[in-house]
């Protein structure tokens, strides 16, 4: 398999400082599958169009979660310095102390942390952050059990997008395939934390599966390196993520 551009999507994980790197992923999707799970969000960072809350206590704007449900992620193409943190009640970011605020401004510049960044005023559970090119995204989680929730459903949403099925009128109609489980998807945690190389968009196909490859490949920051080293080909894959269509059962082998 050859590696372009926009044709893989990179994941690493240091699951004891609770952040995943991930390259070549699609944000509007990800935004989609995570904004119901979402109370509301601040905007430490972004280009967004039809923003109109603005807290003046943090000096940002927010997105309430009334308003994040109907956002049209897809309309949006700039994702460029996209930076955001959830937060409970509007009544979190006025109690905001001079502290949090300053830890919350060096994560968005720095893109790294000085202390783990959940606030229990806030309640948070995501910090994302993601660079000037729309190249490097870096996301802090509460939980691993809830990243990999919502990544499993990400792959789901995503295979259905590939398939157009026909119903009984003779209509398109997309794909309607579960979520990978969490249990499946903590169990590629081992290869996680080494770094991960998979595609979505043009998995292996077969009459009666999708077949997902996944290669080991360690530790990497930006797109281009990745392009650059595995232009060519890379290695025999380490695991394959396996959707049985007929049974919509998602299933893992290990080699």
Not at 48 to 69: C, E, Q, S
Not at 117 to 130: Q, R
Request: proline fraction near 4%; glycine fraction near 4%; charged fraction near 25%.
């Amino acid at each position: 398999m050859k590696i372009a551009k926009k044709e893989f999507v990179y994941l690493h994980m240091q699951e004891k400082e609770r952040f995943v790197i991930s390259l070549g992923w699609d944000v509007a999707t990800f935004m989609k599958v995570v904004c119901p799970t979402l109370p509301n969000i601040l905007l430490l960072n972004h280009r967004l169009d039809h923003v109109n809350d603005f807290d003046t206590n943090t000096r940002m704007d927010f997105i309430a979660h009334l308003d994040l449900l109907h956002y049209n992620w897809e309309d949006h193409v700039d994702y460029s310095n996209f930076s955001w943190m959830d937060f409970e009640l509007r009544e979190n970011l006025e109690d905001t102390s001079t502290a949090e605020l300053s830890e919350i401004l060096y994560l968005e510049h720095m893109k790294k942390h000085l202390r783990a960044p959940f606030y229990p005023k806030m309640h948070n559970n995501w910090v994302y952050l993601s660079d000037a090119n729309d190249s490097f995204h870096k996301l802090y989680f509460r939980s691993s059990r809830l990243f990999y929730s919502v990544y499993g459903q990400i792959i789901a949403e995503t295979i259905n997008g590939l398939r157009q099925e026909k119903s009984l009128l003779g209509l398109s109609r997309k794909g309607n395939y579960p979520g990978v489980p969490v249990e499946l998807m903590m169990k590629l945690s081992p290869l996680i934390s080494e770094g991960i190389l998979f595609s979505l968009t043009s998995p292996e196909q077969t009459r009666l599966t999708y077949e997902i490859p996944i290669w080991v490949v360690g530790d990497y920051q930006h797109e281009y390196d990745i392009v650059t080293d595995f232009s060519e080909t890379v290695t025999e894959p380490r695991a394959w993520l396996i959707l049985t269509k007929k049974t919509k059962e998602w299933s893992l082998k290990l080699r």
